[in-house]
C-alpha cells in the first residue's frame, strides 16, 4: 500500500481483497502472534523457528537486528536468507500501512496549526507527546468542519479536555466534551477557567473591552457520561443536547464551571487530589450521572433532540469505544463527520471473549477456568468505576496523566453486556459484514495485544544499542524463577500487574548483574530468593539475549499488519453502510505510536 487509504480511490472489491490477505497472512502466523516473548526462554521459542531462520539470525546485536529484520529493506546479511525468512518480511512489509505522515504539500489540505498567543493556554498541564497530537488532531477536525460546513464538535473520551480547548478556544469551534471519570472533568473545567481569564487578561491589555471578546472566549461544554457499545442513537443525543441546555443554565450562573468544582493541582501531575478534593468530584459525578441517565430516560418524552449537526471526535479511543463511536456516526443522521484515532485493541470485549473460549476449549473434559484466574468470569479488577444503573460509554485512553489507570488495565474489567452471557453482540472486531463472512476472523487478545506494540519506537532502540534492553532478557529469566515458586502469579492479569509494578520500583537495573536483579524482584513479590538458580540460569541462557531480541522482532513485524486488518474492516465496515472514509497517519509514530486518523464524510 502506498500513501494514506482513500475509500473513494479504491474499489470494493480492491479493499476485501486486501483484508483478506491480511487475514490469511495473519493466521498462518499464529504460532508467532501467540508467542509472549517473556516465556521465550521457559517455552524456547527460539526453537519454533524454521532451522534455516535460526541459522541466519543467530547471534545478531541489536543494530544488526534492526538493519536486517526491521528496516524496509534488508542491506546487508552475514548470510544468505532462506526465501521463506524473505518471503515473511517483504509480506510483512508489503501488507503494513506506511506509518509516517504525509508530505508537506499534501499536508496542506489540512490547513496550518499556527495559534499565535494561544499556544501558552491549550499547553497548560500538557506533555510534549499530548501536545504533538492534538496539535495535528485539531488542525484535521478543524479542516474536516469546514468542508462539512458545521461548527459543533463532540469529543468523546476527552479526558481533561486538552483536545476539546484547543478546539473551542484556537479555532472557535463549539465543543461538547464526554467523558466517563468526573474527577478529569472537573480538572478540565479548572483549566477552561485558566484560559477564560488569560485571554480576558490579554483582551484588557490592549484595550478590548471584555464583553466583545467573541466566540473563542466561549469554553467546551462538559458532561459526565459513560457509554457501552449497546447504546443507541438517541441515548447518545439525550446526552449531548441535554449537555448544551444544562451549560446554558450554568452559565447564567456566577459559577462558569457549573457543577464542576474547583480543585487544586499539583503542578508535576495534574491528576493528584487530596481526599476532600475527590470527595467533591465524586459528587459532582453523581449529581451529572443523575441528570444523564433521565435525560436518557426520558429522551423520548421529556426532550426534543436538537438537528444541529456535529463531528464526532475522538482521540485515542480505547476497547470498545472506537467501533461504538462509528456506530454511532453511521446510524446518527446528525453526525456528518468522524475524526477518530483508535488505539487498544485487544481490550476490546470480543478480544478476551475470544481468548476465553479458545481457553475453555483447550481444558480436559470436567475441567473448568479456576477462579480469579486469566479469563475468569467473576473477577473485575481494574481502574475505571462503573456507574449502575446504566453504562453509556466505554473507557477512554487514558492521557499521558493518567498512565496509572493503563497500568491497572485487567482484561476482566472490560465490562459489557455480552459479559454475562458470553457472546459480544456487537464487537468490535470484526465490524463488517464481509470481514466476518471470511474463515478465521476471530482474533483474540494475543494478535490485537502485538497490534498496539510501538514498531518505531523499538526500532529506534535496536539502532542505537539501548543498554536498557538487556532487561527483555532479565525479564524472561525471571519468568522461569517465579513460575517455580508461584505459577499461579503469571496465569491473572492482577499478578501481572503486580509483576510490572515491582520490576517498574527497580532502578538502573540494566546496570546490576541478572542475580541482583532477581533477588531485588522476588523481594518485592514476597518470593524467597534462590541464588544458586539465578546464577545457573545467568550462565545457561543470558547469553542468548540476542536472540530473545531477534525473535522478538520478527514477531513484532506482525504488529502493523493485524493493525491494518483491524482499521480496514472499519473501513469497510462505513462503506458497508455508504460512507466513504479515509486513513491518515498525522502523528510521528516516534512519538505517538497509534497515528491513525479515520476520517469520514456523508455524503
Given amino acids: 500500500m502506498s500513501g494514506y487509504m482513500d475509500t473513494t480511490r479504491i474499489p470494493n472489491q480492491q479493499l476485501q481483497e486486501y483484508a483478506r490477505q491480511l487475514l490469511v497472512f495473519i493466521n498462518e502466523y499464529e504460532w508467532l502472534t501467540h508467542a509472549y516473548v517473556v516465556e521465550f526462554f521457559k517455552k524456547n521459542h527460539w526453537s519454533n523457528l524454521p532451522v534455516k531462520w535460526q541459522q541466519c539470525l543467530l547471534g545478531l546485536t541489536p543494530p544488526e537486528i534492526a538493519e536486517s529484520v526491521m528496516d524496509d529493506v534488508t542491506t546487508k546479511t552475514r548470510c544468505v536468507w532462506p526465501l521463506s525468512l524473505l518471503a515473511y ?49 485539531a488542525r484535521v477536525i478543524n479542516s474536516t468542519c469546514s468542508e462539512t460546513g458545521t461548527r459543533r464538535v463532540v469529543d468523546v473520551g476527552s479526558g481533561q479536555g486538552h483536545l476539546s480547548r484547543l478546539l473551542s478556544f484556537g479555532y472557535g469551534l463549539s465543543v461538547t466534551s464526554i467523558e466517563a471519570v468526573g474527577c478529569h472533568i472537573t480538572g478540565a473545567a479548572k483549566f477552561d477557567r485558566k484560559v477564560q481569564e488569560f485571554i480576558e487578561k490579554k483582551k484588557r491589555k490592549i484595550g478590548e473591552p471584555s464583553d466583545t471578546l467573541g466566540s473563542h472566549t466561549v469554553p467546551p461544554e462538559h458532561v459526565v457520561c459513560t457509554v457501552n457499545p449497546q447504546i443507541t442513537v438517541e441515548e447518545f443525543l439525550s446526552v449531548i443536547n441535554t449537555s448544551c441546555k444544562q451549560n446554558e443554565m450554568d452559565n447564567t450562573t456566577s459559577n462558569p464551571g457549573g457543577e464542576c468544582k474547583d480543585v487544586k493541582m499539583d503542578a508535576a501531575s495534574s491528576n493528584k487530589l487530596t481526599d476532600e478534593e475527590q470527595s467533591s468530584c465524586s459528587k459532582s459525578t453523581v449529581s451529572n450521572l443523575q441528570r444523564d441517565k433521565m435525560s436518557c430516560d426520558g429522551a423520548s418524552s421529556k426532550l426534543k433532540l436538537e438537528d444541529s449537526s456535529f463531528l464526532l471526535a475522538g482521540l485515542h479511543t480505547c476497547a470498545d469505544l472506537g467501533p461504538t463511536m462509528l456506530r454511532v456516526f453511521a446510524q446518527c443522521q446528525s453526525a456528518h463527520a468522524l475524526a477518530s484515532v483508535p488505539c487498544c485493541y485487544m481490550k476490546m470485549t470480543c478480544a478476551v471473549e475470544n481468548s476465553k473460549a479458545k481457553c475453555k476449549a483447550q481444558l480436559e473434559p470436567g475441567d473448568s477456568l479456576q477462579t480469579g484466574g486469566l479469563f475468569a468470569d467473576d473477577v473485575n479488577i481494574g481502574k475505571f468505576e462503573s456507574y449502575p444503573p446504566r453504562k453509556l460509554f466505554a ?106 509494578r515491582a520490576l517498574g520500583k527497580i532502578k538502573k537495573g540494566h546496570e546490576i548483574p541478572f542475580e541482583d536483579y532477581a533477588a531485588a524482584a522476588l523481594k518485592k513479590l514476597n518470593l524467597e530468593d534462590d541464588h544458586e538458580a539465578s546464577c545457573e540460569l545467568r550462565d545457561s541462557l543470558l547469553p542468548q539475549w540476542c536472540n530473545l531480541i531477534t525473535f522478538n522482532c520478527v514477531r513484532q513485524l506482525l504488529g502493523p499488519v493485524v493493525e491494518a486488518l483491524v482499521l480496514v474492516d472499519r473501513m469497510l465496515f462505513l462503506l458497508e453502510q455508504g460512507i466513504d472514509s479515509r486513513l491518515v497517519p498525522i502523528f510521528d509514530p516516534r512519538v505517538s505510536p497509534r497515528n491513525f486518523v479515520l476520517l469520514a464524510t456523508k455524503r
Fill in 89 to 137: 518480511k517483504a509480506t510483512a512489509k508489503a501488507l503494513s500501512i506506511p506509518r509516517y505522515p504525509l508530505p508537506e504539500e499534501e499536508q496542506e489540505q489540512f490547513g496550518n496549526s499556527d495559534m499565535g498567543d494561544l499556544t501558552y493556554c491549550y499547553r497548560l498541564h500538557v506533555k510534549p507527546k499530548k501536545r504533538h497530537e492534538i496539535d495535528n488532531l
Fill in 395 to 500: 473507557t477512554n485512553e487514558p492521557s499521558a496523566g493518567d498512565a496509572k489507570a493503563d497500568r491497572e488495565f485487567d482484561a476482566e474489567s472490560v465490562d459489557s453486556p455480552s459479559n454475562s452471557g458470553g457472546v459480544c453482540s456487537k464487537p468490535g472486531f470484526p465490524m463488517s459484514k464481509w470481514v466476518k463472512g471470511q474463515k478465521g476472523c476471530d482474533v483474540d487478545f494475543e494478535p490485537l495485544e502485538l497490534g498496539c506494540h510501538s514498531f518505531d519506537v523499538y526500532h529506534n532502540r535496536l539502532k542505537e544499542n539501548d543498554p536498557n534492553l538487556i532487561i527483555q532478557g532479565y525479564r524472561a529469566l525471571l519468568e522461569i524463577l517465579i513460575q517455580k515458586q508461584c505459577p499461579s502469579l503469571i496465569q491473572k492479569h492482577a499478578g501481572l500487574r503486580l509483576i510490572k
